[in-house]
């Protein structure tokens, strides 16, 4: 069936460094794909964007900290975080822009999409 599975998370040190990933099953990833993080439950912050032709977006806290990059062959995006700060303690998600057919959209981030389970990150 139609999945997302985020997996990487974990426990660091400021400093430390984790490589997220984002693996889709029973689709393919053919629309731009974003790393989004909630803190607390709650806030939610866009951290970045990969588009079909390989460009991509960064909102300004992560410039330079943070790397997505995309295997089409394993169908997963990639997030590379370096340089841990403890505010980036968070869980974070991924999800494609387009709801590819045959997804389970769920409530999140104040709207209404397709979203994996999750990945915690903790840097303390």
């Known amino acids: 069936h139609v999945q997302l599975v985020e997996s990487g998370g974990g426990s660091v040190q400021p400093g430390g460094s984790l490589r997220l990933s984002c693996t889709g099953s029973g689709f393919i990833f053919v629309s731009a794909v974003e790393w989004i993080r909630q803190v607390d439950g709650h806030t939610c912050e866009l951290v970045s964007r990969?588009?079909?032709?390989?460009?991509?977006y960064y909102t300004d806290s992560f410039k330079g900290r943070f790397t997505i990059s995309q295997d089409n062959a394993k169908n997963t995006v990639f997030l590379q975080m370096d340089n841990l700060k403890p505010e980036d303690t968070a869980v974070y998600y991924c999800?494609?822009?387009?709801?590819?057919?045959?997804?389970?959209?769920?409530?999140?981030?104040?709207?209404?999409?397709?979203w994996g389970q999750g990945t915690q990150v903790t840097v303390s």
């Open positions: 999800t494609p822009k387009d709801t590819p057919a045959g997804a389970r959209m769920r409530p999140m981030c104040g709207g209404f999409g397709f």
């Open positions: 990969i588009n079909p032709d390989g460009t991509t």
